[in-house]
């Protein structure tokens, strides 16, 4: 027995219906039912060309038209690619040029990501620069509608779509849940019939290996648009209660200066905790995974009504909020690897009237995830100035 959709070929996993006298996947099942060796009913998306043409509030630098011409050419070349790009270098805006050429060639492009509230940001994005597209978000709450000229949906949904993409655009490749997991893994393979653009900020080293043996095409871009370097963050190693001290401090600094803060904690029970104390002294509220109305806590952050949000990893990716600081309490817990702080101390300096900041790293002891945290933070910058001296010798 086989599942033709996740490839479960275990027996242990699959039942017997004595219904139907047949045995479905179990593996699967959170998906829809579907039989052993029940081939995937194919499914009809629209297309059309389009004659569509993408607006941005601010012009491409010429290291991000560089970027985009790369990953034309080794489009053509019929290779899939990793674009490998600092935390708000514009790895959004590096895909839409490659949107916009399969639309108007009339080949169907979904833009999938591992986090709900970042399909909606992305979809909101991505609506604003393709005024004349119907982009759709298909994700948890809003998959009423799923199809559309552009899709972004999560990585779960994209077992409603097999067969159909000829460009399938990756986010967060290395974050829960889709890094490690081969059933997301396998429902991406079928969902894409062409090519594919993985995008991260910190990929993993078997991503980086299929680069380097020639699998993956890989496109880098470590300068961010506005040119400063990306924020190394301050480590302070010391006791629990002098950690809080020490955050407080900073708080209220920034609250005096008229800053927003995210100040991420390891666990949903400390973000409860110190948002209700810290509610005592700043304009404060929480958000974790199990939080509710997470979309007006985010929005009413964005409007400043907070000083403050407690939040766990929930956060680390995706959402771009001008002229933030952020501080990381017990940054040496093992939920905050290389990867994540990186993530996290990414959220500093991404927009071009603030394009910098400061990053707060409090732990008990420097761990090898800071350490390496740190170098890869000051080896992006150090390569930043390079690429862009490369890209200016090209120029002339």
Same mark, same amino acid.
Do not use: W
């Given at each position: 027995m *086989?599942?033709? /959709?996740?490839?479960?070929?275990?027996?242990t996993m699959?039942? +017997?219906?004595?219904?139907q006298?047949k045995y +479905?996947c179990?593996?699967?099942i959170a998906?829809g039912?579907?039989n052993?060796n029940?081939a995937?009913k194919?499914?009809? +998306?629209k297309?059309k060309?389009?004659?569509?043409?993408y *607006?941005?509030?601010?012009?491409?630098t010429?290291?991000? !038209?560089l970027?985009v011409?790369?990953?034309k050419m080794n489009?053509?070349r019929?290779?899939?690619?990793l674009?490998?790009a600092?935390?708000?270098?514009?790895k959004t805006?590096?895909?839409?040029? @490659? $949107?916009m050429?399969?639309?108007?060639?009339?080949?169907?492009v979904?833009?999938?990501i591992?986090?709900r509230?970042?399909?909606?940001?992305?979809?909101?994005r991505?609506a604003?620069?393709f005024?004349?597209? *119907?982009?759709?978000?298909? %994700? *948890?709450? %809003?998959h009423e509608? =799923?199809?559309?000229d552009?899709i &972004?949906?999560t990585?779960h949904?994209?077992?409603?779509?097999?067969?159909?993409?000829d460009?399938?655009?990756m986010?967060?490749?290395d974050?829960?849940?889709?890094?490690g997991?081969?059933?997301?893994e =396998? &429902?991406?393979n079928?969902?894409?019939k062409g090519q594919?653009?993985y995008?991260?900020?910190?990929?993993?080293?078997?991503?980086?290996?299929?680069?380097?043996?020639g699998?993956?095409a890989?496109?880098e871009?470590?300068q961010r648009p506005?040119?400063?370097?990306?924020?190394v963050p301050?480590?302070?190693? =010391?006791?629990?209660? $002098?950690?809080?001290?020490?955050v $407080?401090r900073?708080l209220?600094?920034?609250?005096?200066?008229?800053?927003?803060?995210?100040?991420?904690?390891?666990?949903?029970?400390?973000a409860?905790?110190?948002?209700? @104390?810290l509610?005592?002294?700043?304009?404060c509220?929480?958000l974790? @995974?199990? @939080?509710d109305?997470k979309?007006k806590t985010?929005a009413?952050?964005?409007?400043?009504? +907070?000083?403050?949000l407690? =939040?766990?990893?929930?956060?680390?990716?995706?959402?771009?909020?001008?002229g933030?600081y952020v501080?990381?309490l017990?940054?040496?817990h093992?939920v905050?690897n290389e990867?994540?702080l990186?993530?996290?101390?990414?959220?500093?300096?991404?927009? $071009?009237?603030?394009?910098?900041?400061?990053?707060l790293l409090?732990?008990? /002891?420097i761990t090898t995830?800071i350490k390496?945290?740190i170098?890869?933070i000051?080896?992006?910058? !150090?390569?930043?100035p390079?690429?862009?001296?490369v890209?200016?010798?090209v120029?002339a």
């Amino acid at each position: 027995m *086989e599942c033709k /959709r996740c490839g479960n070929k275990e027996k242990t996993m699959f039942a +017997y219906d004595p219904f139907q006298k047949k045995y +479905y996947c179990r593996k699967c099942i959170a998906f829809g039912r579907i039989n052993a060796n029940e081939a995937i009913k194919p499914v009809t +998306y629209k297309t059309k060309k389009h004659q569509c043409r993408y *607006e941005l509030k601010y012009p491409l630098t010429y290291a991000q !038209e560089l970027a985009v011409a790369e990953i034309k050419m080794n489009q053509q070349r019929g290779k899939d690619i990793l674009i490998y790009a600092a935390c708000g270098a514009g790895k959004t805006e590096l895909v839409m040029d @490659s $949107i916009m050429r399969y639309l108007n060639e009339g080949k169907k492009v979904g833009f999938a990501i591992s986090r709900r509230q970042v399909v909606l940001e992305i979809r909101e994005r991505m609506a604003k620069a393709f005024p004349t597209l *119907e982009v759709i978000a298909v %994700c *948890e709450g %809003c998959h009423e509608k =799923t199809d559309g000229d552009l899709i &972004i949906c999560t990585m779960h949904q994209l077992y409603r779509y097999p067969d159909v993409f000829d460009l399938l655009i990756m986010d967060e490749i290395d974050a829960f849940p889709y890094r490690g997991n081969e059933l997301l893994e =396998t &429902i991406a393979n079928h969902a894409c019939k062409g090519q594919r653009l993985y995008l991260s900020a910190t990929p993993d080293e078997a991503m980086l290996k299929q680069a380097r043996r020639g699998e993956l095409a890989i496109v880098e871009l470590f300068q961010r648009p506005h040119g400063y370097p990306l924020v190394v963050p301050r480590v302070i190693h =010391t006791y629990e209660t $002098i950690q809080l001290l020490l955050v $407080i401090r900073f708080l209220k600094r920034c609250k005096k200066a008229g800053i927003q803060v995210l100040l991420f904690v390891p666990t949903i029970l400390e973000a409860k905790h110190y948002a209700k @104390s810290l509610r005592l002294l700043f304009r404060c509220t929480h958000l974790t @995974s199990q @939080s509710d109305n997470k979309d007006k806590t985010i929005a009413d952050f964005h409007a400043k009504r +907070y000083d403050l949000l407690v =939040t766990t990893t929930v956060l680390e990716r995706g959402i771009t909020i001008k002229g933030i600081y952020v501080a990381v309490l017990h940054a040496d817990h093992i939920v905050f690897n290389e990867a994540s702080l990186i993530q996290i101390i990414g959220r500093v300096g991404r927009s $071009i009237e603030m394009p910098q900041g400061e990053a707060l790293l409090l732990c008990r /002891r420097i761990t090898t995830d800071i350490k390496r945290c740190i170098r890869a933070i000051q080896k992006m910058n !150090e390569t930043a100035p390079q690429q862009q001296t490369v890209k200016l010798a090209v120029n002339a």
